[in-house]
């Protein structure tokens, strides 16, 4: 399965030398690059994680109106957490948003 993450930083332009700190403390280059190489393979916890991360990472750039620089590791990360923050909140608040943006509010039906 390491080959999909070697797949997903390709189809991202992303190199590992980059990857790695925009993972934060998740997993080191030499570590990352053993898996890759098919020396050493990841546990299945810490691959769903870097496969999720790797998805968001796609998400951003399909949704970028510039594309990401994966060099600037503090931005990515920061605006990944700035679109978790925001599904986590639309998903725990669909109602009241939903309400808010779709139902006419009293005064207007009045």
């Known amino acids: 399965m390491q080959h999909v993450i070697d ?14 700190p925009i993972t934060g403390s998740l997993i080191g280059r030499t570590r990352l690059t053993q898996a ?8 299945q916890s810490l691959l769903d994680k870097l496969v999720a991360l790797l998805d968001e990472m796609a998400e951003l750039k399909r949704t970028s109106l510039v594309a990401p620089n994966w060099a600037d590791a503090q931005n990515i990360r920061e605006q990944l957490d700035q679109r978790r923050a925001f599904k986590q909140a639309a998903e725990f608040d669909a109602d009241e948003v939903r309400k808010l ?3 006419p509010s009293s005064a207007e039906t009045e």
């Open 7 to 20: 797949k997903k930083l390709q189809d991202l332009a992303c190199p590992v030398s980059l990857f790695v």
């Open 36 to 43: 890759l190489q098919g020396e050493k393979p990841l546990d």
């Open 101 to 103: 943006l779709l139902e």
